[in-house]
């Protein structure tokens, strides 16, 4: 199926270690993305990369850092974790052309990510 | 810097009643709007879009919305609604320039009763 993928789907951890989730599009797009909601299903962006270039970098922590390997790939590291960093953590990928579908973004299924 | 109000958290609705969500925007450049549905437990999806042109979209699943430039409104409505529809949705902006971040409006949760 073509799509947006997470994994995993549910992470559960402890303060202070560090964790990634991966975000997998075969779409073919070009730009993706990553997006927190918090627990009143708040959403905010976090990182946008286009080409594996990074275009967005929004007011986020610097134990959050993300990596694109090649176009179809966002993966996102997290250092350090805290009880704050709880939250649904959503990828989503785009195509970046002159077309109308070239603003449609496309989602994953989230990633929830418990610290205790 | 823009943002995006969705004036109701909950609106409890019948089942085949009609149901309008509200969304007002605030931007110094023109945007695009979109509107996302999000199903429990599940990513969001596309319900439709503005980008230009007429000012009445329609989207999937019956839904459509109307943009109002000068009231800066974009609003979402569905004539008649299941109990499917019952969701969470998220009116969203972005700017036309570089970036193509999506502002996201607080949500509106749609309980659908029978």
């Known amino acids: 199926d073509t799509a947006v993928s997470q994994t995993p789907k549910y992470l559960v951890t402890q303060m202070g270690n560090d964790k990634s989730i991966k975000c997998e599009q075969n779409l073919g797009h070009d730009t993706m993305y990553w997006y927190k909601q918090d627990s009143k299903k708040f959403l905010k962006i976090m990182f946008s990369y286009n080409n594996k270039e990074l275009i967005i970098n929004e007011t986020v922590p610097n134990r959050f850092s993300p990596k694109s390997p090649d176009k179809a790939h966002l993966n996102l590291h997290i250092n350090s974790l805290e009880l704050g960093d709880s939250a649904v953590y959503f990828c989503?990928?785009?195509?970046?052309?002159?077309?109308?579908?070239?603003?449609?973004?496309?989602f994953g299924p989230g990633t929830r990510l418990t610290v205790t | 810097a823009q943002s995006v109000t969705q004036l109701d958290s909950q609106v409890p609705v019948f089942e085949e009643a009609p149901v309008e969500l509200r969304c007002n925007y605030s931007s110094s450049v023109s945007v695009y709007l979109f509107w996302y549905v999000q199903y429990p437990n599940q990513g969001l999806q596309l319900l439709l879009k503005?980008?230009?042109?007429?000012?009445l979209v329609k989207g999937i699943n019956g839904f459509e919305a109307e943009f109002n430039k000068s009231q800066t409104s974009f609003h979402l409505r569905k004539p008649s609604v299941h109990i499917s529809d019952t969701a969470e949705y998220f009116c969203?902006?972005?700017?036309?320039?570089?970036?193509?971040?999506?502002?996201f409006g607080g949500g509106t949760r749609v309980l659908v009763k029978p």
């Open positions: 969203a902006v972005s700017l036309k320039a570089a970036g193509n971040k999506l502002t």
């Open positions: 989503a990928s785009s195509r970046t052309s002159s077309g109308p579908s070239s603003y449609e973004q496309y």
């Open positions: 503005y980008l230009s042109g007429s000012t």
